[in-house]
T-cell receptor, first 113, second 115 residues
């Protein structure tokens, strides 16, 4: 079964405490990305990766880091979280080509106090 | 650059009413894909439909139907005889087929169906 697994689902943390949200996919897709969702703003892309060791900024990359050491994993790192990073985060993988389809993780609801 | 506009921020209807959610997109690519996703209160994104730019045939799936019109760059979604379980945020998204590309989302339409 095609899956994108994010962890944790819910997280409350304090300002400045480094955290990592993990994302793993079992579809061998090259393309992975992170989105954040905020009320009235829809989903905005944070970072994306076209393959192992290839990452690039999306629309709202400030305050985030990513890494892509293996094809299946694409963690999102917040080195020093701030309250304006309180949001709902989604990891996605997309298969490119004529049968293009996007698969999303279940989301991570992050609160930074 | 791509853009998706969902002009309706919030729609409220009473059960059994029909409702149409609008989606207008912009792209210079000739090959692209359009999507609709549903986000229920539980938060996950549920895939509803994908349409490619070469297929303008309208589609019906149960109470759901989609009207794709390239001439007006629109991909509207209609729910017939709405039900309370249809209450959710609905997102329209666009992906072009040039190289590696991501999904560009609209800001979403919140649909509230009252009993």
């Amino acid at each position: 079964e095609a899956q994108v697994t994010q962890n944790p689902r819910y997280l409350i943390t304090v300002t400045g405490k480094k955290l990592t949200v993990t994302c793993s996919q079992n579809m061998n897709h090259e393309y992975m990305s992170w989105y954040r969702q905020d009320p009235g703003l829809g989903l905005r892309q944070i970072y994306y990766s076209m393959n192992v060791e290839v990452t690039d900024k999306g629309d709202v990359p400030e305050g985030y880091k990513v890494s892509r050491k293996e094809k299946r994993n694409f963690p999102l790192i917040l080195e020093s979280p701030s309250p304006n990073q309180t949001s709902l985060y989604f990891c996605a993988t997309v298969n490119q080509g004529s049968n293009t389809e996007a698969f999303f993780g279940q989301g991570t609801r992050l609160t930074v106090v | 650059a791509q853009k998706v506009t969902q002009a309706q921020t919030e729609i409220s209807v009473v059960e059994k009413e029909d409702v149409t959610l609008d989606c207008v997109y912009e792209t210079r690519d000739t090959t692209y894909y359009l999507f609709w996703y549903k986000q229920p209160p539980s938060g996950e994104l549920v895939f509803l439909i994908r349409r490619n730019s070469f297929d303008e045939q309208n589609e019906i799936s149960g109470r759901y139907s989609w009207n794709f019109q390239k001439s007006t760059s629109s991909f509207n979604f209609t729910i017939t005889a709405s039900q309370v379980v249809d209450s959710a945020v609905y997102f329209c998204a666009l992906k072009v087929n040039s190289g590696y590309s991501t999904l560009t989302f609209g800001k979403g339409t919140m649909l509230l169906v009252s009993p």
